[in-house]
């Protein structure tokens, strides 16, 4: 795992030499510890919430806990403590150099308003996702360059056949389960699930019925793929819609699940408004449904790959140094289709 070259290295490495706060998050096992951990210098110290004593320590004097004398303080699932937040705003005011504070979380919690309003201009936000294909073979993200130049090089990428392709879809990219065989990936994956549920999601929401939460998790991994649609989600689940919601955006906080917005950039009155839904790594998907090689329908393995290809082009996205792009969805009321559509920031389409 220590092998893969990151792509997100460089940027949060950049972020550090100007920003006063660095926060690189995203979903539980996805590597920031080892990301962390690699950018520390002979001057670098470091603290995990994990560790209880740390955690008491912590919710017992803030201002004690920021206080440092390091070039870079790295605080590993700060999320842990959401009042953290306004001590390092503090600290970093009264002692602004840059670098001072390198924040990894598995929650989004900074979505909230009032957390980017308190920080304003203080922090950088980088999204480090789960292992890519170019991350596992140690090239460098390029292919929304050579896409939107048109510069292929006939060759240059062997052709890989289905087989190939779903086997791909099947393992994902979490560092962990990535190396492991078929049937140690899927109990790694029953584990990760568990431990999210008993631990990440009391850090951001109240929630009770686990019970509930699993059933959701079930439908939504089979709903990857396809246009957000609370009502025939929640149809035999015995769930109420607004309990339903929040499990649903509870899951968007910890990286699990994303929605793709509709492009509607267009004069066309017929244009659809439904975001499109997908889990964040087919190989997680593919385990909580029981998916195994060569026993995929083609629905299913239409779905897998569809989920496989989001998930990889939206780590291009947010690997891209120079340009800025988004991803969107575009279906018409004529059910005209395109599963992913990338916007350059000048406009231009791929």
């Avoid at 789960?130 to 596992?136: A, C, P, R, S, V």
Wanted: hydrophobic share 40%; aromatic share 8%.
């Amino acid at each position: 795992m220590n092998a893969y070259p990151r792509w997100q290295q460089p940027l949060v490495k950049q972020a550090l030499e100007y920003s006063r706060i660095v926060v690189l998050s995203g979903t539980r096992q996805c590597g920031k510890t080892t990301l962390a951990r690699k950018l520390a210098s002979g001057n670098t110290g470091y603290l995990t919430l994990d560790d209880p004593q740390t955690l008491a320590a912590a919710r017992n004097d803030l201002r004690e806990l920021v206080r440092h004398n390091y070039s870079t303080l790295i605080i590993d699932e700060f999320q842990r403590i959401p009042e953290l937040l306004l001590a390092i705003k503090q600290a970093v005011d009264e002692d602004n150099r840059p670098g001072r504070f390198l924040l990894t979380g598995s929650s989004n919690i900074l979505a909230a308003p009032t957390a980017m309003e308190s920080l304003a201009g203080r922090v950088h936000r980088i999204r480090l996702r789960l292992l890519t294909q170019g991350e596992m073979k140690k090239v460098k993200p390029g292919f929304l360059k050579v896409a939107f130049s048109r510069s292929f090089k006939s060759g240059k990428i062997a052709a890989a056949g289905r087989k190939q392709l779903l086997d791909l879809a099947l393992r994902g990219g979490f560092p962990e389960a990535v190396k492991l065989s078929g049937a140690q990936r899927r109990k790694w994956y029953g584990n990760f699930i568990e431990s999210l549920l008993q631990q990440d999601l009391k850090d951001i929401s109240r929630l009770r019925r686990h019970g509930a939460l699993r059933d959701l998790i079930l439908v939504l991994a089979a709903w990857s793929g396809k246009y957000m649609n609370i009502s025939a989600i929640l149809s035999g689940l015995g769930i109420q819609r607004e309990t339903a919601e929040s499990y649903i955006e509870a899951l968007r906080l910890l990286y699990l699940v994303e929605l793709v917005p509709p492009w509607t950039r267009t004069d066309y009155a017929q244009v659809g408004k439904q975001r499109k839904f997908f889990m964040t790594d087919s190989g997680l998907m593919a385990s909580i449904l029981g998916w195994k090689p060569g026993a995929l329908n083609p629905d299913q393995a239409g779905k897998l790959f569809e989920t496989f290809v989001f998930n990889e082009l939206a780590a291009q996205v947010d690997a891209e140094e120079d340009v800025r792009h988004k991803i969107f969805n575009y279906r018409d009321q004529k059910k005209r289709e395109i599963d992913l559509l990338v916007e350059r920031e000048d406009g231009a389409l791929l």
